[in-house]
């Protein structure tokens, strides 16, 4: 039986970043995502919206079909 697994090369938040330290962030994703590690990403708050920053994803972790992605928040575009 197959995994449905989803790569991504851009972290969209929809709004939902939590804060866990000063540039540190985690996003909670439905299903099972990869991520590249320690390469400059694209931050947006939509699919289609535009790049609100730039982050560095730290840590995957996946479980009970979600993936919360740690990334590490190097240059912020907007504030809005």
């Excluded at 939590?18 to 995502?33: A, C, L, S």
């Excluded at 939509?46 to 928040?73: D, F, H, P, S």
Aim: proline letters at 4%; one cysteine or more.
């Amino acid at each position: 039986m197959g995994m449905p697994l989803e790569l991504n090369t851009m972290i969209v938040t929809k709004g939902n970043e939590k804060r866990v330290t000063d540039n540190i962030f985690q996003v909670e994703k439905k299903g099972y995502r990869l991520y590249p590690l320690d390469i400059p990403l694209n931050i947006h708050k939509t699919k289609n919206g535009e790049c609100i920053g730039t982050a560095v994803v730290r840590k995957v972790e996946m479980e009970q079909e979600k993936t919360i992605v740690t990334y590490e928040l190097t240059k912020l575009h907007s504030t809005n």
